[in-house]
């Protein structure tokens, strides 16, 4: 039986506070919002894929492919959930982009 995956690394804590922000804003369909905070939780920590991903998914909504595209490839460079990069490969291949890396 293989081991489990390791528990990703914890973000930031005022990475997290802005992540936080921005799933709310994302949820509550203030895509304009959720990228201020969600990108400002991405500059704290450069590493935090999860909030990457968001912000792609909130940069999509707003008709940003480039940046939706460009958050993504963060978040496939930077994540550590095979689940979570497996996502956002899949959504990078909807942009029609390869991604690289692991």
């Known amino acids: 039986m293989a081991a489990p995956a390791a528990s990703p690394r914890p973000a930031?804590?005022?990475a997290m506070e802005a992540f936080d922000a921005g799933l709310h804003a994302y949820v509550d369909g203030d895509d304009t919002a959720a990228c201020d905070h969600l990108a400002r939780a991405v500059d704290r920590d450069?590493?935090?894929?999860?909030?990457?991903?968001?912000l792609g998914l909130a940069r999509l909504r707003l008709?940003?492919?480039d940046a939706a595209r460009v958050?993504?490839?963060?978040?496939?460079?930077?994540?550590?959930?095979?689940?979570?990069?497996?996502?956002v490969v899949g959504r990078l291949a909807?942009?029609?982009v390869a991604a690289g890396g692991r």
């Not at 958050?71 to 996502?87: G, H, I, W």
């Open 12 to 14: 930031a804590p005022a």
């Open 46 to 54: 450069p590493a935090f894929a999860e909030a990457a991903f968001v």
């Open 63 to 65: 008709g940003e492919r």
């Open 71 to 87: 958050a993504f490839e963060q978040a496939a460079a930077t994540a550590e959930d095979p689940s979570l990069r497996a996502v």
């Open 94 to 96: 909807e942009l029609g």
